[in-house]
C-alpha cells in the first residue's frame, strides 16, 4: 500500500470539492487546507486526522489563532 502524503496549501477558492482520499464532500473553507501532495486535491479533516493527525493539529491552532486575533482586534 502507497503512503498517504498530504500538504498544507492556501487554498483560495471555497468549494465543497469530494474528499481526495474517501469521497466524502470536504467544508468550503478559504485559507490552509489539507491536500494531496503534488496536487490541489482537497483532503477532509477525518482523513487528514488518518494520515496527518499533527498537520490537522497545526491547522486547528492557526485557525483558532486567526479567530482569537479577529475577536480581539477587528478585522484584517
Not at 482537497?42 to 490537522?56: D, F, M, Q, Y
Not at 486567526?66 to 482586534?73: F, I, K, V
Amino acid at each position: 500500500m502507497k503512503k498517504v502524503v498530504l500538504v498544507v496549501k492556501d487554498n483560495n477558492c471555497a468549494s465543497n470539492d469530494p474528499c481526495a482520499l474517501c469521497g466524502k464532500r470536504t467544508d468550503p473553507s478559504c485559507g490552509p487546507e489539507l491536500f494531496l501532495e503534488g496536487t490541489w486535491s482537497l483532503v477532509c479533516h477525518e482523513c487528514g486526522e488518518k494520515h496527518a493527525p499533527g498537520l490537522v493539529r497545526l491547522l486547528d491552532l492557526a485557525r483558532n489563532a486567526e479567530e482569537y486575533y479577529l475577536a480581539q482586534w477587528g478585522t484584517h
